[in-house]
């Protein structure tokens, strides 16, 4: 089962805006997609209740009996939105089971400080170093009249890490999830700049969402398994982003 985390330490980086339009993409896809939010602030949840049940659906968690939020019945593909000043332990633990990391950065230092430092500590982790869970980062609410664009790409040069697209700053993006849509939910032509920019990300995606059979290793049942030997985190508030307690 493929799985989609995007992290950023730093609040208001574009987390939930970048984990919501991937989510609608796979749902565009025909897929069976859960957009997983595990940030205290519940702003994808929030989203997805807005959304039209006439849209392309996208799964919330479910609950069971014991209050517990799993992975629905059905589900094959998850995104998942991370909570601020992830670090240390709960960092590790998301990559143990993601299949991808996307890290949305914006221009300014503050968000290139915060990027790198979550950068240089997932570059110690054993499934990052050895590919097995791909990192990268991309760019948001980037001014075309300005170098934004420019830097950021140096930025990520340096961190080593691919940069596979820039997202501009628009009220586009604004109206649209208020409305509980993406750009992948507008007519084609009122959103036509703005797909033209998810293409690179969407390509760098697509290996990961659509694996070749051969090379989708892992089913719902061990992704499950692996974070239930997962302790307890943010003191009783267990952080297993499959498997955990509702708020």
Request: aromatic content about 4%; glycine content about 6%.
């Amino acid at each position: 089962m493929p799985v989609v985390a995007v992290v950023n330490r730093k609040g208001g980086s574009g987390k939930s805006t970048f984990a919501a339009h991937v989510a609608a993409w796979c749902a565009r896809e025909r897929l069976a997609v859960m957009l997983g939010d595990i940030d205290r602030q519940q702003s994808s949840r929030g989203w997805l209740r807005r959304r039209d049940p006439s849209l392309p659906a996208i799964a919330p968690w479910t609950i069971d009996q014991k209050n517990v939020l799993r992975v629905p019945t059905g589900i094959t593909h998850v995104v998942l939105d991370t909570p601020g000043g992830l670090h240390g332990f709960e960092l590790a633990r998301i990559v143990m089971f993601a299949d991808a990391i996307v890290i949305p950065v914006c221009p300014s230092m503050f968000d290139r400080e915060s990027a790198a430092a979550c950068i240089a500590e997932l570059m110690t982790l054993p499934r990052v170093a050895k590919g097995q869970c791909r990192v990268a980062t991309v760019g948001m609410r980037v001014d075309g009249r300005t170098n934004a664009a420019d830097m950021l790409r140096a930025w990520s040069g340096e961190q080593k890490v691919e940069m596979v697209g820039m997202l501009r700053e628009t009220q586009l993006y604004v109206r649209s999830l208020e409305r509980g849509l993406t750009m992948f939910d507008l007519p084609e032509d009122k959103a036509a700049a703005d797909l033209a920019q998810w293409a690179p990300i969407l390509d760098w995606l697509r290996p990961v969402l659509k694996p070749l059979p051969a090379a989708e290793a892992r089913t719902r049942e061990s992704v499950l398994a692996s974070v239930n030997r997962g302790s307890v985190l943010r003191g009783a508030r267990p952080l297993n982003p499959l498997v955990r307690t509702a708020a």
